[in-house]
């Protein structure tokens, strides 16, 4: 048995090394070509191109931070809805509970809907449940 898998090890070893080095030095050869391409390019526009270019880039980045200062405060409506619900059900379900229920804690945040009353979750089609 020693015999066999001294050699095997020594096989995988080897394989393992190889397949590293060239996987390695793909991703560095990869990088220069990228890097020679885009020097290579950025000569051939003109400025009125890399202009265009720059502002799309502007625009795309406000555009991102515009996004995320709306989820900041969609956010911050949805902490202040609750702390006034006595009430909260998942929007994958037809029942709602409790806020302090152990149910209701299991229900992940993102899916949360909440409600001030009972008749007012019943209204939304929803079965109110106890927690025992």
């Known amino acids: 048995m020693k015999k066999i898998f001294l050699p095997v090890l020594l096989a995988f070893s080897l394989f393992t090394g190889f397949l590293s080095g060239y996987a390695y030095n793909l991703y560095f ?3 220069e070509c990228l890097q020679k391409t885009f020097l290579d390019n950025t000569t051939k526009l003109s400025p009125e191109e890399i ?9 795309v980045t406000e555009a991102d931070e515009n996004k995320e200062i709306d989820k900041d405060i969609s956010d911050g409506d949805n902490n202040q809805q609750q ?10 379900s037809n029942k709602f509970y409790p806020v302090e229920c152990r149910y209701a804690k299991l229900i992940k945040e993102e899916n949360k809907v ?4 009972i008749e007012e979750g019943e209204k939304a089609g929803r079965k109110y449940v106890e927690c025992k």
Do not use: D, M, W
């Open 29 to 31: 050869s990869r990088e």
């Open 51 to 59: 202009e265009n270019i720059t502002n799309a880039l502007n625009a």
């Open 83 to 92: 702390t006034s619900s006595q009430f909260v059900g998942s929007r994958n």
């Open 114 to 117: 909440y409600f001030q009353t």
